[in-house]
């Protein structure tokens, strides 16, 4: 084998030494010129491929938040590498270099008889041309075998670096092939390129390298491998005498005294080990990083494969601009951890965004985002959809009858309009719901309960929403008609998590589709930006490598009536003040919303709004919501018998908007149009019985005289049981919760 690459390296180098001859390197002997036609010595242009660049991610205010590389790369003007950098690299690597042409002809002769006498091929002689264009044949490698020709040490290899050299000498100016060396060297630990190298080695830009700095990185383009020093001591060793090397050649060459080689030789490694963190797990905001990456990943316009967006991603130098608020990413962090730790098994998520243009500011959750199970990390975003890297999400709860209580208003009902809702609820008959393609469903044996055992008595429209009345919400998707209650779910950009199909069943308004915060968040939006509906937002701004710009705008479409969005804003207002929020209490501004909490205390919900910004705020264990319930459980410390939609997360709510809200000046909501929506059509409530008429009243009735309807007052009364995804009782509660199995719950999904 030893013979093999002797011959191949004398062949070689012999050959090229014959090239002598070359206009480019002066003289023109007959030999030569011979030679030069027998081998076809000519120039020969080489496509050269963008190098490798990083992506990086911005917040509003422009500071960098993530990166994502295939190599470390940040290239830069050769204007910006110190002149000493220049020098020492030249002197080791090809000190002729602005001398002789694509070739160096003695440094090629002069390797010749070094490998003749070593058995080996122990030196390449190759200029920095040479090994510019070897790099950059390298890098447009695909495959390993191709990037094993790329290197090989053959005499066609050798033969066509040189042609390619000799294309390049005419192209560029010396200077143009030196800068485009250093950007494209490899320097060893993740560092490709000058900058990435100062960076990481010594935490300092190319243009500030001192003596030893530079003469350590001139060192380490040699073999990388060996010189590495974040592979450990004895590679750092090797690296200093490779360091001291190029500190003697830059002595004997004249570019520095002997003294001064003699000094730095003297000084330590210095190597820092900057870290260069790539990817959402180092981000600062790993959960919106994975919902960007993701956003990219799944768009076409960034490219026809999912191959070529990631290598869109990872190599082509972008600068994107976002959409997160740090102020506000801080605000949702904070209330987050002031409720629940990160070492809790529930998790709690939450995210912001602005009504009218879709703009994520915040994404944040309880639990670190990370693959060591251990540290209680998770390896998925679980603040969004899978589309954008999360799971299946959380039931939704009660924020779901939102979306029945807009159809009615669509549909022409008053505020005071209702109906008498009863402590239980079955569908009439299978069939009197229908889905949207118009398949009979409705179980006429399950029963839903409301949150008390004791019956609903009349309901309005604000009373049964301020109170989260199940049995009300069934009756009330009864006649609006359960497909239209689906259909205005979608038009407010309502969808599964997992991304399947909505379960269109008659507990639909129960929220028994599992979702996302973003989703959520959006959807209530909707009704702050007065029925605008606007696709989520991420980035705004996007800019390549070469500095063209693309800038993304909201899009956004009018998908309700603003008066009917401002009624339903009128009525949630009152969550705070008469409804199940009422204990939490409000953020001191308009502010509006629905609590949350699912059958059987799978997971617990809050999502509101203000006119500036609309949040939503999930709590669930990620083991599995249905196994491991939030009934006698500890989070943040602190001992929960049951939790519900305003036990935890209503509060992680308010606590967040009062911060993220914080010097935004406030808006008010748009004033209820009273003549359309005010008092009640034909369903008003019955009149009040004179009490002759009544007759002994019950127990009930005392009771309710006494401490007034525990119905009425949602999650704070007492003795109440749940319905199949609806709100259930405080922590207090003494009647103990109704058993549904988990086939139950999910039955005819």
């Known amino acids: 084998m030893n013979i093999v690459r002797l011959i191949a390296a004398g062949a ?4 090229l030494t014959a090239a002598i001859a070359l206009p480019a390197v002066g003289g023109a002997g007959v030999t030569a010129n011979t030679a030069m036609k027998e081998i076809n010595l000519k120039p020969e242009n080489l496509e050269e491929p963008p190098l490798p660049e990083r992506t990086t991610l911005h ?17 830069v003007t050769l204007d910006k590498v110190a002149p000493i950098m220049q020098t020492a690299l030249i002197s ?69 670096e040189l042609r390619y050299a000799m294309a390049m000498e005419k192209k560029y100016s010396k200077n143009q092939i030196l800068e485009k060396y250093l950007n494209i060297a490899y320097f060893g630990a993740g560092a490709h390129g000058v900058q990435a190298a100062a960076r990481r080695f010594f935490d300092k830009p ?30 750092q060793k090797a690296l200093i005498d490779r360091r001291n090397t190029v500190l003697d050649r ?10 001064e080689a003699a000094e730095a030789k003297t000084k330590k490694l210095g190597y820092k080990g900057v870290a260069a963190p790539g990817g959402c797990e180092e981000s600062k905001y790993p959960y919106f990083c994975l ?60 995210a912001m965004i602005v009504p009218g243009t879709g703009e994520i500011k915040a994404m944040a959750a309880s639990r670190k985002f990370g693959g060591n199970k251990k540290k209680n990390e998770v390896s998925y975003n679980i603040v969004a959809d899978a589309k954008h890297g999360g799971g299946v999400g959380f039931q939704q709860g009660s924020t779901a009858k939102a979306y029945t209580l807009a159809t009615a208003l669509e549909e022409g009902y008053k505020y005071g309009d209702g109906f008498p809702s009863p402590a239980g609820y079955s569908a009439p008959s299978f069939g009197s719901f229908r889905d949207c393609k118009g398949n009979r469903v409705g179980d006429p044996s399950h029963e839903v309960h409301n949150s008390s055992e004791g019956g609903g008595g009349f309901k309005t429209l604000q009373t049964g ?42 507990t639909f308004t129960l929220g028994i589709n599992e979702v996302d915060p973003v989703t959520v968040a959006n959807s209530y939006a909707v009704f702050a930006s007065r029925g605008q509906y606007c696709k989520p937002l991420a980035i705004t ?142 369903n008003c409530a019955p009149k009040p019985k004179k009490k002759r008429d009544e007759g002994p009243p019950d127990v009930l009735d005392q009771l309710r005289d006494q401490f007034g309807n525990p119905d009425d007052q949602g999650d704070q009364g007492n003795g109440r049981r749940r319905g199949r995804g609806g709100e259930t009782a405080p922590a207090d509660t003494t009647t103990g919760p109704i058993t549904i199995t988990e086939d139950q719950l999910r039955r005819g999904r």
């Open 92 to 160: 080791i690597e090809d000190f002729r270099f602005y001398q002789h042409g694509p070739i160096d002809v003695e440094g090629t002769a002069r390797a010749l008889v070094k490998n003749m006498t070593t058995g080996g091929v122990t030196q390449g002689g190759s200029s920095i041309t040479q090994q510019y264009v070897k790099q950059v044949l390298v890098n447009a490698a695909e495959t390993p075998e191709e990037q094993q020709a790329a290197i090989a040490p053959t005499v066609s290899r050798k033969l066509n």
């Open 541 to 682: 701004e996007i800019t390549d490598r070469y500095g063209k710009v693309k800038q993304f705008k909201p899009k956004c479409s009018k998908v309700m009536d603003p008066e009917v969005a401002d009624a339903v804003s009128g009525i949630l207002s009152g969550v705070f003040t008469k409804g199940t929020m009422q204990e939490v209490g409000g953020i001191g501004r308009d502010a509006a919303g629905k609590t949350g909490t699912t059958d059987d205390y799978t997971a617990a919900w809050f999502a509101g709004y203000t006119p500036n910004l609309a949040s939503a705020v999930s709590l669930g264990d990620l083991r599995g919501a249905f196994k491991h319930k939030l009934i006698g459980v500890t989070i943040g410390g602190r001992y929960y018998s049951y939790v519900y939609g305003a036990t935890i997360s209503g509060r992680i709510w308010k606590t967040a908007m009062l911060g993220a809200l914080k010097g935004v000046e406030a808006a008010d909501f748009n004033p209820v149009n009273q003549e359309r929506f005010g008092g009640c059509g034909e």
């Open 250 to 259: 830059m002595a004997q060459l004249g570019k520095i005294t002997p003294q």
């Open 12 to 15: 070689a180098a012999g050959v």
């Open 465 to 506: 929403t301020w109170g989260s009345v199940n049995t009300f919400f069934m009756k009330l998707e009864e006649r609006v008609g359960l497909c239209k209650v689906v259909e205005l779910a979608k038009r407010l950009g309502l969808k599964r998590a997992d991304g399947g199909k909505l379960g269109e069943y008659e």
């Open 206 to 235: 190319a243009s500030e390298l001192n003596l030893v700095q530079a003469a350590t990185l001139a060192g380490a383009v040699q073999n990388p491998a060996r010189t590495d020093p974040s592979v450990g001591k004895k590679a």
């Open 59 to 75: 917040d509003t205010n422009g500071k960098q938040i993530a990166q994502f590389y295939f190599e470390n790369r940040q290239s």
């Open 291 to 350: 919902y960007v990456q993701n956003e990219i990943l799944n768009n076409e316009s960034f490219g026809k494969t999912p191959q070529e967006r990631l290598k869109l991603l990872q190599r082509g130098g972008l600068k994107i601009k976002t959409t997160i608020d740090p102020k506000m990413q801080a605000a949702a962090e904070k209330a987050i951890k002031q409720y629940v730790s990160t070492k809790d098994k529930p998790a709690a998520s939450q």
